[in-house]
């Protein structure tokens, strides 16, 4: 099965790209946090510019980023369908019993600006370097070891589990199963997945016992070559300030 | 010659109930390539896992295994830089997110400097003939580079016992090929679990039958390998290369 990988484009040239990972991180980071914190939808809306622009400054291909985006925009048009109907405001239109206010609209666009502007910035965040030097960085910004693991084996075993699922769906389908409205579908569904965690749970045994027998004690070591430039600085600099003045132009706009 | 692992009345029963070995005994000489066989269930891998002391806690067993003039408890974590293992699964032996973080995994937990882990995994990559692979995820590679991979992330321990279970295992012929041929590269002491017994026949100079848990037979490869009475009494096939020999092909 192929599936579309983060990193996938950690091998172009750009700023980002040869930002040091640990202070992109935490730079970008910052960013995302004044983000969503936008208190209206002016500062959101320069916070998706923004976004825009250093998805554009990584060369980390559009289409790309939209493939992912995806499903924050289902995410999203829950919000647009929910709220201008539950939240009480200024009426701007009526669809027979449906009231839709003024107020809920503009919640709905602030979420989903605030969604849009986080999801687009983690693409110059963990898109512009390999994975592996992601989690390298996280662990040398003390994240807990054991958290830095579970992150390294989802994003390693993701793909194994679901080659897995569509070799049991496709056996399922040689055996005559077309997937329905039914109730058939549901149990057959409901069995196969419930098979793949049984499998998933046996092979992390087995990934234990070859972890241990390579001497694991607990704790994933990973060698890492980081090194800081004034450069790396700057661009933080840089990020920082952009992320404080979208934070503290919420107050003013 | 001396001593590489000494097995003395093994014996393991599985939480379950499942008794997998009675009563193994049996010495392996240093530099020694001994090829395990027998049918499924026969305690091959059971065997395999009591060399570095990592079979399950909630087991039973007896018996004493020496390997390299140390005994070797459950858990024992001393002896395992010395004693290299390579699980049957690639997908299980390769679980970082890079080739180079798998093969660095044991020489890192063994405490060496970074300049030594990376000469020492660029050795690793280079014998499995794998170098330049390090940046390459262990999910995108093949069948056959997989398997290499995994040797390579135990070789990269400098091992002085190799322990291999199924080597060839969905492989096709010519990752096969070139698995039989790394093996023959290397002049430490190995330990191969399978069910080809034609690759048995190519990289190990003496060969063990078990079956249901205890050694049948025990002697130079070709001499076990030949005796198709035997075999077929034990759930195995002469391998081909005898087969057709014997009938003058």
Known sequence: ?253 | MKEAVRIENLHYTYPEGTQALKGISLRIYEGESVGIIGPNGAGKSTLLLHLNGILPAAGQGEGRVVALGEEIRRNDKRIRSDIGFVFEDPDEQLFMPRVFDDVAFGPLNMGLSGEEVKARVKDALRAVNLAGFEERSPHHLSAGEKRAAAIATVLSMRPQILVIDEPASDLDPRSRRNIIHLLNTFRMTKMIATHDLDMVLEVATRCILLDEGKVIKDGPGEEVLKNRELLEAHGLEMPLSLLLRSQNF
């Open chain 1, 1 to 253: 099965m192929h599936l579309p990988e983060i990193d996938k484009y950690a091998h172009l040239d750009s700023p980002l790209h040869s930002w040091d990972p640990r202070v992109k991180i935490v730079s970008l980071f910052c960013l995302i946090l004044s983000m969503v914190l936008a208190s209206n939808l002016l500062v959101a809306g320069l916070g998706l510019m923004l976004a825009v622009a250093l998805v554009f400054l990584s060369r980390i291909p559009f289409g790309f980023v939209f493939l992912h985006l995806r499903w924050v925009m289902l995410f999203v048009l829950l919000f647009f369908i929910i709220m201008p109907l539950t939240v009480s405001g200024e009426e701007i239109a009526r669809f027979h019993f449906l009231s839709i206010s003024r107020r809920g609209l503009e919640l709905a666009s602030l979420i989903g600006l605030r969604a849009f502007s986080a999801v687009l910035l983690v693409f110059p965040m963990i898109g512009t370097m390999k994975f592996s030097s992601t989690t390298a960085a996280l662990q040398r910004l003390k994240l807990p070891n054991k958290l830095v693991q579970m992150i390294i084996f989802t994003y390693r075993y993701i793909f194994v589990a679901l080659d897995e699922m569509g070799r049991m769906f496709m056996a399922a389908r040689a055996r005559g199963f077309r997937s329905g409205t039914n109730l058939h579908t549901l149990k057959t569904v409901g069995n196969l997945i419930g098979m793949l965690f049984v499998r998933s749970y046996e092979r992390t045994e087995h990934i234990h016992r070859a972890m241990v027998s390579r001497g694991y004690d607990g704790t994933l070591r990973v060698l890492d070559e980081f090194a800081l430039a004034k450069k790396d600085f700057l661009k933080a600099a840089l990020v920082v300030a952009l992320a404080l003045g979208l934070y503290f132009a919420g107050w003013t706009l």
